[in-house]
């Protein structure tokens, strides 16, 4: 029998190390590499950036995030179906969670992931919960407005008396998410309408950010967005946020909608143990409070974690009662685009 070449030898060699030095590397990460646990989140990537590595570190799992927007990432689930690698998904908006709800894609929760949840704020059926909350709110120009100026209702918005004077973006999950909550309070015609009155008086802006803004340098007197916007601002610097002054409105009216984040487990998931352990974990007291602690300052849905002293108490507001499984987000995007403002 020949001797293989010395060259060959060192090449068989250096391939064999490498190949060990792969699977080592890789063994903290699932089998040869593959996470334990993917989540298709739709909720802010810094947040749960911030997050995710506190559960990792506590259950010694690997999580893979692929971000994305709401009803895009939705509407992914429901296009690979029982193929999806998703095994949570994860929402700012709950409209979006209707549409993978809808289409039976959901398994049903643990018991233990929605214990520390209020019932208005899961579905009958947990096929998934909700973990954090935004309130809808109106942002005026403290140099021009008073809140006594504000109108009673969101709705009121749409009148010729604020023609160029208010601001919202139509293209966001944000705002869509609003109008669902009009669309199930008040009725298609009367949403159609308010739509109509918005396309026709408001001013429309890029995203949140702008709209608030736009009302902070007095280019519009007032404008539609979510509390944290402003609150951040005001916690970073205030220089968005030092001209203008927030208008929560009351009696459950519809603009004093929460929208629900949420969280799902895929039924297709082939690592429902974990899974059903971070949902779990995500409406936990440490969790909740360590996203109360966060940037986002998005209201904590466990009664038992507290957001920060400076943000309007969750208590103290006075939102509509609705339904958050029955949110229909494709209806919403089909009056906004007769509306014009798709």
């Known amino acids: 029998m020949s001797t293989p070449p010395r060259r060959a030898i060192k090449r068989a060699s250096v391939a064999l190390a490498a190949t060990l030095l792969t699977a080592s590397t890789l063994s903290g990460c699932g089998v040869f590499g593959s996470p334990d646990l993917v ?27 692929r971000s994305g927007k709401d009803l895009e990432m939705a509407n992914q689930i429901v296009e690979e179906g029982e193929d999806s690698p998703a095994d949570v998904f994860l929402t700012e908006n709950s409209p979006a969670m209707s549409i993978v709800d809808n289409a039976g894609l959901f398994a049903e929760l643990p018991e233990a992931a929605t214990a520390s949840i209020p019932d208005e704020y899961v579905p009958s059926d947990r096929a998934w919960t909700g973990f954090l909350a935004r309130s809808t709110v109106a942002m005026y120009n403290t140099d021009t407005m008073t809140d006594a100026d504000m109108p009673d209702s969101i709705l009121d918005f749409a009148d010729p008396e604020w023609k160029g004077r208010v601001a919202f973006s139509p293209t966001g999950a944000d705002f869509q998410a609003i109008v669902s909550a009009v669309l199930e309070l008040e009725g298609e015609q009367a949403t159609a309408d308010w739509l109509a009155g918005l396309e026709e008086n408001g001013v429309i802006v ?7 803004q736009s009302v902070d ?29 927030l208008h929560f409105f009351g009696n459950q009216d519809p603009g004093a909608f929460l929208s629900i984040s949420g969280a799902g487990i895929l039924d297709s998931s082939e690592h429902k143990d974990a899974a059903e352990e971070f949902v779990t974990w995500l409406t936990s007291t ?13 209201y904590p849905l466990n009664p038992d974690a507290k957001l920060d002293p400076a943000v309007k108490p969750f208590d103290e507001l006075e939102p509509p009662t609705v339904d958050v499984a029955s949110l229909n987000g494709p209806q919403v995007t089909e009056l906004m685009t007769a509306a014009g403002l798709l």
């Open 39 to 65: 989540v298709y989140n739709a909720q802010h990537e810094e947040l749960l950036d911030e997050i995710v590595p506190m559960f990792e570190e506590q259950s010694g799992l690997d999580v893979e995030l």
């Open 217 to 245: 340098s007095g280019e519009v007197d007032a404008g539609i967005a979510y509390h944290y916007y402003w609150y951040r601002d005001r916690q970073e610097n205030g220089s968005d946020s030092d001209s203008s002054a």
């Open 206 to 212: 890029q995203n949140n950010l702008v709209v608030m």
């Open 286 to 298: 440490d969790a909740q409070q360590a996203m109360a602690e966060s940037y986002a300052l998005e």
